[in-house]
């Protein structure tokens, strides 16, 4: 069950928070983050076998690999920029977080762009 | 590992808050500050270390 710790250690983490919060704050932004690294080293392992079926579906499929291993890294990129921007939103660095949300976005357009090349190239070639 | 770290920071956390508060009414107010500045160097090397392991799992993971 692993909600039940998921869930026990977050009650765990906001209880210690809501203790240390008023008389250390920048203590508090780095155990709220350790908490959240915790909480997420503990729901990967799933998110690791739920991939493996993806893959494993793809193969099938006869998908071809390059899109879903850049869907993947996408995935990733999302993962890590969000965690980053809460994690300064917290501090309350809102302009940061901002910051850390738009550099997210644009990395993720970037590994985007060779797709998007392909459709282009698939449309001009069905136009001509 | 997960949840023993959680109660290192707090534990850090709570113990500087007490040392930092008995100096300062013994008016030792640099020696205060030093401590909290070595909790939070000590804090952040087992922070450091956790995002590096959630870094590291992601970035196999999602081959980034």
Redesign the interface.
């Known amino acids: 069950m692993e909600v039940v710790q998921v869930v026990g250690?977050a009650l765990?983490?906001v209880t210690?928070l809501a203790?240390?919060r008023p008389?250390?704050p920048?203590?508090?932004v780095?155990?709220s983050?350790?908490?959240g690294?915790?909480l997420?080293?503990?729901v990967?392992a799933r998110?690791?076998a739920v991939?493996d079926l993806l893959r494993q579906v793809a193969l099938k499929a006869n998908v071809n690999f390059q899109y879903l291993?850049l869907v993947?890294?996408i995935?990733?990129?999302a993962?890590?920029a969000e965690l980053g921007a809460q994690v300064a939103r917290d501090a309350g660095e809102g302009a940061v977080a901002a910051k850390v949300e738009l550099a997210g976005k644009v990395i993720i357009l970037a590994l985007a762009v060779p797709i998007f090349a392909a459709v282009m190239e698939l449309m001009l070639k069905m136009l001509s | 590992m997960?949840?023993g770290?959680?109660?290192q920071?707090?534990g850090?956390?709570?113990l500087?808050?007490v040392i930092?508060g008995v100096l300062k009414t013994a008016g030792r107010d640099e020696l205060a500050w030093l401590v909290?500045l070595g909790?939070?160097t000590v804090?952040?090397l087992?922070?450091v270390r956790?995002?590096n392991?959630?870094?590291t799992?992601?970035?196999t993971?999602?081959?980034?």
């Open positions: 250690l765990v983490a210690l203790v240390i008389q250390r920048e203590l508090a780095l155990l983050l350790a908490a690294a915790a997420l080293a503990l990967l998110v690791g991939l291993t993947l890294k995935i990733g990129v993962y890590l | 997960d949840v770290v959680i109660w920071i707090a850090v956390g709570i500087v808050a930092h909290t909790g939070v804090v952040f087992l922070v956790l995002i392991a959630l870094f799992t992601v970035r993971m999602f081959q980034l």
